[in-house]
């Protein structure tokens, strides 16, 4: 039977880590089982969703490749038939309507705190005959649906990820409201666990894989399968994504958007790679780097995780940087030239451009690294207290001044790679300074310290931006 999973974002917020982490298991097993991926949009809580989130949900899933096989559905268009599935379990005596208001709940709770008790609702409207119900409609009080959840009961599943789960119905917080308060014999808007119950049924889904923060919802959402008489799914049970002090991610970490990281300069795959391994790690290779199809091949639910997979940004730094080593420099150049462009710095020719990137692509690290590293290619970096001390050094200055009044002389309009090497030896030569000295000396005159991107391609770059002697003759001005 074809395999059917599906991601169930409610759009209340921008596209988050653990709802992408979540989105990548789903579809790694549907790819793996030749099954079908699918989006529901759980847009029933009308004062939270927005529609631009739900637009940034899907342009983060298609920007991670994570396209999904069917058109989305919109919880939204089906309250009728969720209202429809609630009458039927009112008819069937597994749900009634409750007319406990604010305040009695309130009471309760209060009760319940001072004896130390959790919350848990009373059920006091469980038995109402038809006239104490049409008695409390006349007195014009609202009410919820609440579906019956045997204290007595046990309800059992072999998750996937877990393997048995056992849950109480004395756990569970007492009848379950399957509505908003509505007047008369009307139905409210129906709730989270009824809406997913009859629309995983109507959308075939074979299994449902959601953060472990779901599981009490699944011991619930199970008893109305039965009561309804759906076929159950396969349940997984997704361990939490952690910080480093091992507590959930949350908006307190800073970065738990897609958006976020997309801007601080990570790529799709390589995001999607690292997310694969929170919670998963491939039994059958050793190889990190690896693509959504590949890691679909080798991927199982039975191998995810129980404990919490910590956010390991180390890690993520090294699979992002591995891609940016194994993107093609143009695609790479660019991206990069956006960066500059939006800067306004001016590059001589796409040529340079492409060579930049190419000098400075194994380097970096996220896409951003480029703007630090491009920098003194585009403007004169401050000389260093490190690149002070060695202009200190008589040696260095002389090399500088030789190089300078050798350019000046041969009036040398492009340099190139091999040009710039025969320099160094030929000064290092005639004057007996060591090769090292004059390197250094040329490397702060470049770039005001001694670290830095290969010394002579950036000559080359920097000759061709005509700004090599310029940078030269301001170390032989300075004191
Ligand atoms: N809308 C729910 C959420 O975003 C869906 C949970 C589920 O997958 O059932 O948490």
Known sequence: MEKRLRLAPSPTGLFHIGTARTALFNWLYAKKT?????????????LRSKSEYTKNILDGLKWLGLEWDEEPVQQSNRISIHKDYIKKLLESGAAYRC???????????????????????????????????????SQGRNSVIRFKI????????ADQIRGEIKWQGKD???????????????????????????????????????????????????????????????????????NNEGKKLSKRDCVTSIDDFREMGYLPEALANYMSFLGWS?????????????ISKIFDLSDINKAGAKFNWEKLNWINAQYIKKMESSKLSEIIKKY?????????????DLKLTTLLKDSMIILKDAIDQSKPFFSLPQIQEEGQELLKNKESKESLKHI???????????????????????????????????????????????????LIQSWEL????????????????SP
């Open 340 to 352: 500059w462009d939006n800067l306004g710095w001016k590059s001589p020719s796409s040529d340079w």
């Open 150 to 157: 045997d204290d007595k009961i046990e309800i059992t599943w």
């Open 404 to 454: 300078l009044s050798y350019l000046r002389q041969e009036n040398i309009d492009k340099l190139d790679q091999y040009k710039a090497k025969e320099i160094i030896n030929n000064i290092s030569k005639s004057h007996s300074i060591k090769k090292g000295i004059v390197m250094k000396s040329l490397r702060v005159a470049f770039f005001g310290c001694l670290s830095g991107p290969d």
């Open 34 to 46: 030749n099954g079908k991926f699918l989006i529901r949009i759980e847009d029933t809580d009308f």
């Open 172 to 242: 569970l917080g007492g009848d379950l409201v399957l509505s908003r308060r509505s007047s008369g014999y009307e139905i409210g808007d129906p709730l989270y666990n009824l809406a997913v119950v009859v629309d995983d049924n109507s959308m075939n889904i074979t299994h449902v894989v959601r953060g472990e923060d779901h599981i009490s919802n699944t011991a619930k959402q199970i008893l109305i399968y039965k009561a309804l008489e759906f076929k159950l799914p396969i349940f997984s049970h997704t361990p939490l994504i952690l």
């Open 462 to 477: 920097l000759s061709e931006n005509k700004s090599d002697l310029l940078r030269i003759e301001r170390c032989l001005i």
């Open 282 to 294: 491939p039994k059958t290779s050793e190889n990190e780097i690896l693509s959504l199809n590949e």
């Open 99 to 137: 007319f406990t208001s604010e305040e009695e709940i309130i009471e309760l709770r209060e009760e319940q705190k001072k004896k130390g008790l959790p919350p848990k609702h009373d059920n006091r409207h469980r038995n109402l005959s038809e006239r104490e119900i049409e008695e409390f409609i």
